[in-house]
């Protein structure tokens, strides 16, 4: 491997379930490393502001009401890599979602002589989780975080902080739809899990355990990784 080649800019693809913590691993990975979180929301909400030729594409098709295309979102992304803040390198977040984007993908790198270091994947219990997120509630008068099993006000009902006693529960954090939404993104990731696998760059870790495990964790796949 010659010194030009290691010095480009890594790229890491997160997997992970709504709830699993992607965020904050990310946020993690990027004090770390130095790395920049890269979400398509953000690109394109980014590229839109500042008018290039890809955000004014992005905005015409968005104004239509249409999703922005796979050939989009990539002249986005092209235009992001090459910045300088992305020279040390990049978390991709929730792209690509298909094998067809992640091919694309493939192809982009491709022209700067990069590629894909690993494609992490936050692994869950599908059960636990669903314990972990559906036991959520908060304050409804200062905000603080409670939990069914995890954490509860030492007098139930009752805010520890505040003394406030409405607690409220967001409607789609119920046991139904976190299921639901785990099984929608088994379904929707398995060809991307599939694909990295059989490129070898697939890399999992267990996202059940505490955030500075799994931080610990994902530092030494990113330094395996990138070396
Ligand atoms: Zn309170």
Redesign the pocket.
């Known amino acids: 491997m010659t010194t030009d080649v290691m010095t480009r800019p890594a790229v890491l693809i997160l997997l992970g379930p709504p709830g699993a913590g992607k965020g904050t691993q990310a946020r993690m990975l990027e004090d770390e490393f130095g790395y920049v979180q890269l979400s398509t929301g953000d690109l394109l909400r980014a590229a839109v502001a500042a008018g290039t030729p890809a955000g004014l594409a992005a905005k015409a098709v968005m104004e239509a009401g249409q999703l922005v295309s796979d050939e989009i979102v990539i002249n986005i992304l092209r235009d992001r890599l090459a910045e300088p803040d992305c020279a040390k390198g990049v978390i991709l977040d929730g792209f690509p979602r298909t094998t067809v984007q992640a091919e694309a993908l493939d192809d982009l790198l491709g022209e700067t002589g990069q590629k894909i270091n690993a494609a992490i994947s936050l692994e869950v219990d599908d059960a636990a989780m669903v314990e972990r997120i559906s036991g959520r509630y908060t ?1 409804a ?2 905000g ?1 975080g409670y939990h069914d099993s995890f954490k509860q006000p030492a007098k139930a009902g009752t ?1 520890d ?2 003394g ?1 006693t409405e607690m409220k529960r967001r409607a789609d954090d119920n046991a139904e739809t976190v299921a639901s939404r785990l099984e929608a993104y088994h379904a929707q990731t398995a060809p991307l899990i599939a694909y990295y696998g059989g490129k070898g760059v697939l890399k999992s870790t267990n996202a059940m355990g505490g955030i500075d495990d799994i931080a610990r964790d994902m530092a030494a796949i990113v330094t395996t990784a990138t070396s």
């Open positions: 304050c008068g200062c603080e805010c902080k505040c406030g």
